[in-house]
Each structure stands twice: as C-alpha cells, then as structure tokens.
C-alpha cells in the first residue's frame, strides 16, 4: 500500500507560480511511475503530467506544455510539480498518482494504482 500526500497547494494571482509537492510513504516509492493530476468543479479527472521512475523520461498535457515543469526526488520520496504563468483555467484540485507499471495509456486515471488526496490550486484573474 503507497500512501500519498499533496501539499503545497493555494491561491495565487495569474501569472503566478507555485510548487506541488506529493511525499509517498513507501520505500519502494523509486519504482514507481509517478502522475499529475486535476480535477475542475463538474469536470472529469485530467492528466496533467508524469515522470519515469528515474526521472529521466516525462510527459506533460499539451496544456500544460512550457509551464509546469514535473520531477521526482527518490531519496525524499517525494514527487513535484512547478506551475508558472498560471492561468484561472489551471483551477482545480490536483492529485498526484502512482503507477506500479510501464502503462501505455498513461492519461487514463484508471491505470493508477494509488491516489492522494488532492490539493485546492486556485488562480485568480
């Protein structure tokens, strides 16, 4: 069982910048293929981004493109992700995941094997 925990999350003005952070209690947390998350009111559950288990290969929404930028620290167990040039349309609740394996279709929420519980990010205009 991998039990994972958002932080990090807040309101700030547009074009602001924030850093998520998502600390897993596993040690086996490196093996993990770790993803980001949102969910908007009345929306589905959105792919965000996700990192490799070494961190070498990541993968982010063409919204999300150039902004945000995903990373990992497996020594914390620990998952990031650096938001700039905030939006309002980036307002949701964001998640992070964890993958146990090499999922092809890794914008699935489904695919996930564990989920925190989310942390409010709200920009305003």
């Known amino acids: 069982q991998v039990q994972l925990v958002e932080s990090g999350g807040g309101l700030v003005q547009a074009g602001g910048s924030l850093r998520l952070s998502c600390a897993a209690t596993?040690?086996?947390?490196?093996?993990?293929?770790m993803g980001w998350f949102r969910q908007a009111p009345g929306q589905e559950r959105q792919f965000v981004a996700r990192?490799?288990?070494?961190?070498?290969?990541?993968y982010y929404a063409d919204s999300v493109k150039g902004r945000f930028t995903i990373s990992r620290d497996n020594a914390k167990n620990t998952v990031y992700l650096q938001m700039n040039s905030l939006k309002p349309e980036d307002t949701a609740v964001y998640f992070c995941?964890?993958?146990?394996?090499?999922?092809?279709?890794?914008?699935?929420?489904?695919?996930?094997?564990?989920w925190g519980q989310g942390t409010q990010v709200t920009v305003s205009s």
């Open positions: 596993k040690y086996t947390f490196s093996t993990y293929y």
């Open positions: 990192i490799s288990f070494g961190g070498r290969t990541t």
């Open positions: 995941a964890a993958d146990a394996r090499s999922s092809y279709n890794y914008r699935i929420p489904s695919v996930y094997d564990y």
